[in-house]
């Protein structure tokens, strides 16, 4: 059987021809080999005995149709390799990235060459060049891509985050580096640790250019998102009682969660954390909590960061950055759904449980289920990981808006030990 393999050369993915072109070829050489000897025994067997003197004449011209045979064979074997290259690219939907096209960034064509080691080959890895990490899906949007790497070389970068996280969110991750110095605002009015985890901060501070918003109190009025509501405000409204102070059956307490680990919580993550209060209050109960989340509609990782917690700018779609076993805790809400793609959803539990330790928690906090269909899909990708269910809650609420009932998951699992 044919299969897919991943080759690191110029940073980019490409992937071998699958079993349908390599089977495709050899049937057409097979037809080939069987149609020359077919042609090879007529030319040796169709003139009679007694008719030598017409041997020789019969011979050539036969040798001449099955060279005009053969001639044609490997003509339709070559069209037969473009169409399946042609139709492997369309079912893949990205290969290299062709540096050789015109109006492409310079800086792109430096980033992406392959670079020798001064020394030669490396003897504790084998290697004997550098190569530059560009995502694959960086071929969809090349010229896009080639715009943001456009730039005066030590000079200020172009004011194009939003172009940034444009390519990121349609999977051209990671992004290649710049040689040039992003644009530093001063960061006046931070407050020092802990005390900053609910200070509120001056607008000033954030990027706003490419936001509809341009202050926290824009913000403040609209929806972000199904855990984003108001969640920019420190000070007033529901923030800063989540995790502390419950509404439904559904919310679960910060205090009750952490018990269920037996004082075995140190570090954690916390999928699309909003504005980082998640973070926030493991960090009152020495709990490091990374926060994974981008600035759609909002700054939230100069948000969280003003905060004195960790960001971290990476999509969902992006393995994360992180050794296997290493959390005690990974935190996730209706985020977790990503676009409500099941197979993305199960790539993406199948992460979590690579990089969550043995006995540690897994969080699900107020899972929107769209319907009971959505639930039981949901419900039986958990039960494949064989989790220990410590806490499971199914049930309904009143949406953000107080006008409709949703049903909701809430759930807090316990990895097992796998030998």
Not at 222 to 251: A, I, P
Request: aromatic fraction near 10%.
């Amino acid at each position: 059987m044919g299969s897919v393999s991943l080759k690191i050369g110029d940073g980019t993915a490409r992937f071998s021809r699958a079993t349908l072109c390599s089977s495709a070829v050899n049937i057409l050489m097979l037809l080939s080999v069987l149609t020359t000897n077919l042609f090879a025994l007529y030319a040796f067997t169709s003139a009679p005995k007694d008719h030598q003197n017409h041997l020789l004449h019969n011979t050539h011209k036969n040798i001449s149709l099955i060279s005009e045979q053969v001639a044609l064979i490997l003509g339709q074997i070559d069209v037969s390799q473009k169409k399946l290259a042609k139709m492997e690219k369309e079912i893949l939907g990205y290969e290299s990235l062709d540096l050789s096209r015109p109006n492409l960034a310079k800086e792109l064509e430096l980033f992406l060459q392959h670079h020798q080691l001064p020394l030669g080959k490396d003897s504790r890895t084998g290697i004997t060049e550098m190569v530059a990490s560009v995502g694959h899906s960086c071929e969809k949007s090349v010229d896009l891509l080639s715009q943001y790497m456009t730039y005066k070389v030590s000079g200020p970068c172009p004011d194009d985050w939003s172009a940034a996280q444009k390519l990121i969110l349609r999977g051209c991750e990671p992004l290649p580096r710049r040689r040039c110095f992003a644009k530093s605002a001063p960061k006046v009015g931070l407050f020092p640790f802990p005390i900053s985890l609910w200070k509120p901060v001056s607008d000033k501070i954030f990027t706003w250019s490419g936001l509809g918003c341009k202050s926290l109190e824009c913000l403040n009025k609209k929806k972000m998102s199904r855990d984003c509501v108001g969640c920019f405000d420190l000070v007033n409204g529901y923030e800063n009682q989540r995790f502390v102070k419950g509404r439904s059956t559904h919310d679960f307490l910060i205090d009750d969660v952490l018990a269920l680990g037996n004082g075995g919580i140190r570090i954690g993550l916390d999928i699309g954390g909003g504005s980082g209060t998640f973070a926030a209050r493991m960090a009152e109960r020495n709990v490091t909590v990374i926060t994974n989340t981008l600035n759609v509609d909002a700054p939230f990782s100069e948000f969280i960061a003003a905060r004195g917690l960790f960001p971290l700018f990476l999509s969902l779609d992006h393995r994360f950055p992180f050794y296997d076993n290493v959390f005690d805790l990974v935190h996730a809400a209706s985020g977790f759904d990503i676009g409500g793609k099941p197979e993305k959803l199960e790539f993406l539990m199948f992460d979590i449980d690579r990089i969550l330790r043995a006995g540690g928690l897994f969080w699900l906090d107020n899972f929107y289920c769209v319907n009971d269909e959505k639930k039981r899909e949901l419900t039986r990708l958990i039960e494949r990981f064989g989790y220990k269910k410590l806490k499971w809650v199914v049930g309904e609420k009143v949406d953000a808006a107080g006008s409709k009932s949703e049903n909701y998951l809430s759930a807090v699992l316990q990895k097992p030990v796998r030998v």
